[in-house]
């Protein structure tokens, strides 16, 4: 979506609006200006944005109000604020009501903002169970299919300002799930997620609570954590499992008494967020071993909901499939592709150790492969000859990558697209040392 992408912009400077289009339409972005935030308000459903950059301060409308009553026309659309360097506190606000993100004027680098922009808009074009807006899910049809009693347990604690944990192997749309959590719960803020496994110990704790300026070096300005982005809304923690025990001690306070400091600061900041979490992992073992809080374990086993691997609702893979053929061909550009008769077999014998993620990255190489209109599913036999036995395959997995980057960890790491303390952890758990 990064070229093409349709992008509003609301900003009462008519210079500065003009600057920041030029720079856009460079890049081949379909921009629309307005210069009056109530005029947009009448006129932008008609453009769709995909995406709008607006000022937050206007004579007749500040931003804020805007996004908020923006946000009813366009509920699908990111926002980003503009502010001076005087009023970050206001776009922190502004990311509270809905914003994704916000830049500061004059533009420090239009390289950044471009850059930023692109990131943005490259998210919302991956129509993928682990994307991070809850309008990127599935329809529940396909999201559901074969687990219809876990979309009743949702539809009843939806609503609720109930603690959940789901547990699951890897690439079973835990991810999707919990935002499909948020689209029917009452919540006005924003769905806000963080992989605790995929962000380095050292940089998890400013990541969750945020920090202040000058609490330590590079700290140039202060930055909202995704808790205090999360404020209304749903914060989903993946991978919760990978906190360290510090991490753990702090989290148990908010899940306690709704309230935090930011790295450096004395301030106490309330939050009104509903937390989600997830993992692949056994928790219960966990406390059993040491390894994680049992107190914290308790806050959140209060609502757990068990999502099955693919190789259990075998019966709807072919449905989940096409839904997937359809949306990764469009993704990519080659519509009209359809499934041949033998893959369809494929896919109903193949016990899939890497659940819907791998159905979807196996499907968008045949996708793109394809020769005509037909798609032929090849299987790897190596992981198929080691069966449903998940922890040999991803031991396997993690040998041939340390192999192949003469153990170099940090390359390994990067060829498996995991962190580098996810595989320290992995090396242990495997006796690999």
Do not use: W
């Amino acid at each position: 979506m990064s070229q093409n992408a349709r992008i509003s912009i609301v900003e009462d400077d008519a210079s500065f609006a003009s600057f920041l289009k030029t720079i856009l339409a460079d890049e081949e972005y379909s921009v629309q200006i307005f210069n009056d935030p109530e005029l947009a308000l009448k006129e932008i459903n008609k453009f769709s944005p995909h995406l709008v950059i607006t000022d937050l301060k206007m004579p007749k409308m500040n931003g804020i109000k805007f996004i908020e009553k923006a946000k009813d026309i366009l509920p699908d659309t990111e926002f980003i604020v503009i502010t001076a360097f005087g009023t970050i506190p206001s776009a922190v606000e502004a990311m509270k009501k809905g914003a994704i993100d916000y830049i500061t004027k004059p533009l420090s680098s239009p390289e950044e903002f471009l850059e930023a922009i692109k990131k943005i808009l490259n998210k919302k074009s991956m129509i993928k169970f682990s994307d991070n807006k809850t309008h990127d899910i599935p329809p529940f049809e396909i999201l559901f299919a074969g687990i219809e009693e876990v979309y009743k347990m949702i539809k009843d604690v939806a609503k609720t300002d109930t603690t959940l944990i789901l547990y699951g192997e890897t690439g079973t749309g835990k991810s999707a799930i919990a935002k499909a959590i948020h689209q029917i719960s009452n919540r006005k803020g924003a769905f806000v997620e963080i992989n605790c496994a995929s962000i380095p110990e050292s940089l998890i704790e400013s990541e969750l609570f945020g920090y202040e300026k000058g609490a330590f070096s590079g700290a140039i300005k202060q930055k909202p954590g995704r808790i205090e982005l999360a404020h209304d809304g749903t914060l989903f923690l993946d991978e919760i499992g990978e906190l360290t025990p510090s991490i753990q001690a702090k989290f148990l306070r908010v899940l306690q008494d709704k309230s935090f400091e930011r790295v450096g600061g004395l301030e106490t900041i309330k939050t009104n967020a509903r937390f989600i979490t997830a993992t692949n992992r056994d928790l219960k073992q966990m406390v059993k071993e040491g390894k994680f809080r049992e107190d914290l374990y308790f806050r959140l086993n209060v609502f757990p909901i068990f999502i099955p691997p693919l190789r259990d609702r075998k019966h709807y893979i072919p449905k989940i499939a096409e839904y997937l053929v359809e949306t990764i061909s469009r993704k990519v550009g080659r519509e009209d592709k359809k499934l041949s008769k033998n893959s369809l077999e494929i896919l109903k014998t193949y016990s899939f150790p890497g659940n819907i993620r791998e159905l979807e990255n196996m499907l968008e190489r045949a996708i793109i492969l394809a020769k005509d209109d037909e798609i032929e599913i090849k299987v790897d036999s190596t992981l198929e000859l080691e069966g449903n036995d998940l922890r040999a395959i991803e031991k396997k997995a993690i040998v041939d990558a340390l192999k192949k980057t003469n153990g170099n960890k940090k390359k390994a790491s990067e060829l498996l697209r995991i962190s580098l303390r996810t595989l320290y952890y992995k090396i242990k758990e495997y006796n690999l040392e």
